[in-house]
């Protein structure tokens, strides 16, 4: 069965710096999708990037770009230019693309620093 | 494009009560998924709609457990005979049928207090 891990509970970053959150997913297939989302305090999950594992080019949307690494199974998100608005629980996701369930990390959450 | 949503967006009932909640997915979303979160843990996964059928379930989908989606656009998930371990975020997520399927939009979720 496929597993996701986010090894850090909790980071810290100050605003106007650059963080990176880390995600290790376990896998026997070849052909799946990988997602960060945000989830604030009392608020809806948010989709943040997505990656598709037949892509070798990281993707990217503004301020937030991921480094895939297959062969690794690691995902990694990198915020640049932090702002309070990203403080929120992010979550690293895993779909495989011939099952309907999505796997999910036990997320970390972000607390941004004025 | 109003988002999923989700209604109600609390409830606090006693434990042996029967509940329901409802979910009204993206317009035109033929793919539906629930899911439950506990405290501080990622969403899990619970069941899969496409259109009117329910193609997937989870083990964690009890006989207690209900879903439905009679005309494959609101679904309902019930729950009978609550549990205090029951307590959780329920969430609801859509996708579309085609282009951009693998991706799930998430509403806002019902939060269920179980006493």
């Known amino acids: 069965a496929q597993t996701v891990t986010q090894s850090q509970p909790e980071m810290s970053v100050q605003e106007a710096e650059t963080v990176t959150l880390s995600c290790t997913y376990d896998?026997?297939?070849?052909?799946?999708?990988l997602f960060w989302y945000k989830q604030p305090p009392s608020r809806q999950m948010i989709l943040v990037i997505r990656?598709?594992?037949?892509?070798?080019q990281n993707a990217t949307e503004n301020r937030f770009s991921v480094n895939f690494q297959k062969a690794a199974k690691s995902f990694s998100l990198k915020i640049s230019d932090s702002q309070l608005g990203d403080a929120a629980m992010y979550f690293c996701?895993?779909?495989?693309?011939?099952?309907?369930?999505?796997?999910f990390g036990a997320g970390t959450r972000l607390t941004v620093k004025p | 494009d109003t988002g999923v949503s989700q209604d109600p967006r609390h409830k606090i009932t006693k434990r042996g009560q029967n509940v329901t909640f409802r979910c009204d997915p993206i317009s035109e979303h033929n793919r539906l998924y629930w899911y439950r979160q506990t405290l501080g843990q990622g969403p899990e996964f619970l069941t899969y709609?496409?259109?009117?059928?329910?193609?997937?379930k989870s083990r964690l989908l009890s006989d207690r457990f209900s879903a439905e989606r009679p005309k494959g656009s609101f679904s309902t998930l019930e729950i009978q005979r609550t549990e205090q371990g029951d307590s959780a975020m329920y969430l609801c997520?859509?996708?579309?049928?085609?282009?951009?399927?693998?991706?799930?939009?998430f509403g806002p979720g019902t939060r269920l207090l179980v006493l």
């Open positions: 709609f496409q259109n009117e059928a329910q193609l997937e």
């Open positions: 896998t026997s297939e070849s052909d799946y999708y």
């Open positions: 997520a859509s996708s579309p049928g085609t282009g951009g399927w693998e991706t799930q939009y």
């Open positions: 996701a895993y779909r495989s693309a011939i099952s309907n369930d999505m796997r």
């Open positions: 990656q598709e594992a037949y892509k070798q």
